[in-house]
């Protein structure tokens, strides 16, 4: 990965389709190698929000900077991934063809031994000479997380990225995952339903209203890292769902349980 992480800038950000406002203005500053979560409603507008980010949509009204550049052009450099809760993998690539063509895209040097180390971190072992449509819609998702972890990108947007797999198999992700992209350095924005998983992986929380989506709370995180699942049985922990619980509770005009 080449550089420092990146800043993230939305400046007076709003997108609107057709008369259907879905994110409201937003000034918003993403730290340089920060983990932040974005929470919220169904159909809040978070998965629009991490889309413009990534430059896969444009705004209404004010811009999106990355240090000093456009989404566009850190993407055309290959300093940018994007996990979908949609995998998207190519069908007729293999498991192992589909995280290798990342790299290429990315500009990256070929790098089979990272594609495997990767294969196997996600509990895809023995399965790389496989095509999407032989894999569970858990293994697809697994296999789409390798492609975005595995051109080690500056920036890594990641949208309900654990949705598909099985509790167990999302524990053992959660636990080693996280270290790739924070080993890296990557500036990451996380979109997920479960308050309990931003907890385990965030510094900060971005509490999201229902629909036009704009921040609600800001919940730091300075639990300290590796955050083993035991952490989620803490006081500690408890509180900050507790927080964000309440906060999105409220924002859409009811009080938590």
Known sequence: ???EPPVVRLEAVSRTFGGLEVVASTDLTLAT???TALVGPSGCGKSTLLRLIAGLDQPSAGRVMIDEATPDAV???GDLAVAFQDPSLLPWRTVRGNIALAQRLARRPADPDAVDRLIALVGL???GDLRPA???GGMR?????????????RLLLLDEPFGAVDELTRQDLLADLPPLWRGGGATTVLV??????AVRLADRILVLSPRPARVVADVPVTLPQPRPAQLARTPVFEALVDEVTSALARSRGGAAA
């Open 1 to 3: 990965m080449a550089g």
């Open 134 to 136: 032989e894999l569970s």
């Open 141 to 153: 998702q697994r296999a789409a997380i390798a492609r975005a972890l595995v051109t080690r990108p």
């Open 75 to 77: 993407a055309g450099r």
């Open 125 to 127: 072992e023995g399965f």
């Open 192 to 197: 997920t339903h479960s308050i309990a998983e």
């Open 33 to 35: 190698g920060q983990t």
